[in-house]
Structure formats: C-alpha cells, structure tokens
C-alpha cells in the first residue's frame, strides 16, 4: 500500500518527513517552498488516489501561485496540528 493510496497514510508521512527536516535545521521557510515544489509535482505527475487528493488537485490547478503557496503552507499547518487535536 502506497502512503498515497489514503490521505490518513499521506498526511502521516508528511508530518514525519517535515519533523525529519526541521530536526535536520531546515528553515520553516525552506519548509514552505519544498511543499510548494511537492504540489507542483503532485498535481502535474500524480494521478489522485482518494477523494482527498483530487479535490486538492483541483484547488492547486485553480489557485494562483500564491494561493498556491498558501496551500502548500495550510497542508504543512494541518499535518504539524494533527497531533494536537482530538478526533
């Protein structure tokens, strides 16, 4: 199973790959322009997997290169958060 065949599994595996590289001293910054990089790749090379990652591709193909950004920035939010939250 592919970490991209469930958003549960993805969103795991990004939030330990942006541990990894803060742990590593990457800036936030850095951060925000790899996960910019990723969305790019993801939504150009891809194929959605889920519900989840097809309405993200949508939105990033719809967004500017801001609110691009802004996404890349709000995926980094939500899998940082996820362990602070109760389900």
């Known amino acids: 199973m592919s ?3 469930d958003f549960s599994s993805w969103k795991g595996f990004l939030a330990n790959k942006i541990d990894q590289a803060m ?3 990457m800036s936030e910054q850095t951060i925000s322009n790899v996960a910019h990089e990723v969305g790019d ?3 150009e090379s891809v ?3 889920n ?3 097809a309405v993200l591709r949508e ?3 719809a967004a500017s290169e801001d609110e691009q950004q802004a996404i890349a920035n709000t995926m980094i939010k939500l899998v940082q958060n996820q362990g602070n939250t109760k389900d």
């Open 3 to 5: 970490v991209m065949d």
């Open 23 to 25: 742990e590593q001293g």
């Open 41 to 43: 790749y993801l939504a």
């Open 47 to 49: 194929d959605a997997k």
């Open 51 to 53: 519900d989840e990652e």
């Open 59 to 61: 939105l990033w193909n």
